[in-house]
């Protein structure tokens, strides 16, 4: 077998560097179908090889805890496609048929394994919700319909579709057994789900924070019903729809902050803590640092200075507290509300975001000696509020005669820069 394997492994690299010009175009179809199926019938092969491997205990002996660890180090494979590879060695073994049909270019390996792992989901006591004395051929013959009506269905469905439909097959090979069947089944998946839901944010990489986590249904529900109203599209948005959840989600969390209903941390409301330097004679800010030790630019620690509790502290140049003054919130709830009444949400042109959704920018910056008072401040998403502390960007805010906040945008949106405000809150 390693002899022919070698000379199919040379001959399909000579096919691969010979020139693809002279084919006809029905020509080139057929081959990228035999070379795909070419590609399906050696990763059946692989699989039968990891399992006889597994079999036979080769990955322990040489000094491995798992299948996927010996694959690691001997074909030099990530984990996740070394995951993969174990566990559908394991899948098709057990599903002779399934494996038969990749084999004859019925299935491609990711059909394979989604087939073969709603056949594993269908409960080996299927008959006995129907019948308690039933015999365990019938769900035997069950499942062997659900693989053949599957098998067949690969010919038109996709991986991703088959699973799908995989979910409710019975309802296709036993219909009056589905609903009992699928309650059970889902009651089991809601477990597993509990047990191995879970989050986790990593350490900062080149300024980004990787979030990996997996949730129930019901929980994934109840993200995506809080984080779809924020995720509408405004006009102007050039934002990818992962953009757009990202900011929807600490956008959520920034409200949650916001209603100090969250229960204290170390005697004192949930905070995000930033230090910023200060140079009284440039007026102008300097790096930031939060409490966890990560830097944040200037023009983020201005943005930060908008609308957040701001504590003064007098330090020597050894970085010692001489002085500490009292905290204070620049936009209190008095004033505050007077924002919401007359913005009425983000006031950046035909912004949708309410009130609760928005932070209290100072029009001319603290840093820069701007006061805290109705005629300095507008109300801006937390979207638009970046944009506006961009430098690049290049919008203007001005207070029009009649008190409300003109946006002067860029030249390059428009090159007369006539003032725009947001038509889409009624303001008075």
């Known amino acids: 077998m390693l002899a022919d394997l070698q000379d199919l492994s040379g001959e399909t690299a000579k096919l691969a560097a010979a020139p ?6 029905s020509e080139l179809t057929d081959c990228l179908h035999a070379a795909y199926h070419l590609e399906q019938a050696a990763a059946a092969l692989q699989a039968r ?20 660890s010996w694959l690691r180090s001997r074909l030099r494979l990530d984990s996740p496609p070394a995951r993969e590879l174990a566990d559908r060695a394991t899948l098709l073994h057990h599903h002779p048929a399934v494996e038969q049909a990749l084999l004859d270019g019925h299935l491609n390996t990711r059909q394979a394994t989604a087939i073969a792992t709603t056949l594993d989901a269908i409960p080996d006591e299927l008959a006995a919700l129907d019948q308690p004395d039933a015999d365990a051929n019938d769900s035997t013959q069950i499942v062997e319909q659900a693989q053949n009506t599957l098998i067949g269905m690969a010919a038109r469905l996709s991986a991703f579709q088959l699973r799908r439909v995989g979910d409710r097959i019975l309802a296709y090979v036993a219909p009056h057994l589905a609903e009992r069947a699928d309650e059970a089944a889902l009651a089991r998946q809601e477990a597993r789900a509990q047990a191995r839901r879970g989050f986790t944010l990593s350490a900062p990489v080149d300024g980004l924070v990787y979030l990996r986590g997996v949730l ?9 019903a809080a984080l779809h109203p924020l995720c509408t599209p405004t006009p102007g948005d050039k934002r990818s729809p992962a953009q757009q959840r990202a900011d929807a989600l600490v956008d959520v969390c920034r409200l949650a902050l916001r209603t100090g209903q969250l229960p204290d941390d170390g005697g004192q409301p949930p905070q995000v803590t930033v230090t910023v330097a200060y140079d009284p004679l440039a007026k102008a800010l300097s790096t930031a640092t939060t409490d966890t030790g990560q830097r944040l630019s200037a023009t983020t620690a201005r943005r930060l200075a908008c609308d957040a509790r701001i504590l003064p502290m007098t ?11 009292r905290s204070r919130r620049l936009a209190t709830g008095p004033l505050r509300q007077a924002l919401a009444v007359r913005d009425r949400g983000c006031a950046h042109p035909d912004c949708d975001r309410p009130p609760r959704w928005t932070d209290a920018h100072h029009i001319t910056a603290w840093a820069d000696g701007g006061t805290t008072t109705l005629d300095n401040l507008v109300l801006l998403c ?13 919008w203007k805010i001005r207070l029009g005669p009649d008190g409300l906040p003109d946006f002067i945008p ?6 007369q820069q006539h003032p725009r405000r947001n038509l889409y809150h009624p303001r008075v």
């Open 49 to 68: 090889l990891v399992h006889e491997a597994a079999a036979r205990g080769l990955p322990g002996a040489q000094g491995h805890r798992s299948t996927a």
């Open 315 to 325: 330090l020597d140049g050894a970085g010692q507290i001489l002085d500490a003054g």
């Open 382 to 394: 937390r979207h638009h509020h970046r944009l506006i502390h961009h430098p690049a960007a290049g």
């Open 216 to 224: 129930g249904v019901e929980d994934a529900a109840t993200v995506q």
């Open 410 to 415: 860029p030249p390059d949106i428009d090159p």
């Open 20 to 25: 693809l010009w002279p084919l006809a175009d």
